[in-house]
Nanobody, 111 residues
Framework: QVQLVESGGGLVQAGGSLRLSCAAS????????VGWYRQAPGKQRLLVAR???????NYADSVRGRFTISRDNAKNIVYLQMNNLKPEDTAVYYC?????WGQGTQVTVSS
């Protein structure tokens, strides 16, 4: 059973940056694809970024060029670096591996 714990969310002004972390137990993250999703109030949970076991990355159009997903194999953590944040990035951000989800971390961007 994979257990995922997200951290790093918070309140930031537009244009600011945050780095989210997804720490895993029960799985070696470098061997699986890991995705970051977000869900705004009243909206669907959508994929933001994904990193494959081989290190390939893909991004939602809305965050490409601003967000970067990366993996620290030694620490078994996947990061989401978020720069130039916008109010529309406000959401709960979740980490996903296979069928497992973390509890989410709130990101709020003020204008």
């Amino acid at each position: 059973q994979v257990q995922l714990v997200e951290s790093g969310g918070g309140l930031v002004q537009a244009g600011g940056s945050l780095r989210l972390s997804c720490a895993a137990s029960g799985s070696t993250l470098r061997l699986v694809a890991v995705g970051w999703y977000r869900q705004a109030p009243g909206k669907q949970r959508l994929l933001v970024a994904r990193i494959s076991s081989g290190g390939s990355t893909n991004y939602a159009d809305s965050v490409r060029g601003r967000f970067t997903i990366s993996r620290d194999n030694a620490k078994n953590i996947v990061y989401l670096q978020m720069n130039n944040l916008k109010p529309e990035d406000t959401a709960v951000y979740y980490c996903n591996v296979l069928l497992s989800w973390g509890q989410g971390t709130q990101v709020t961007v003020s204008s």
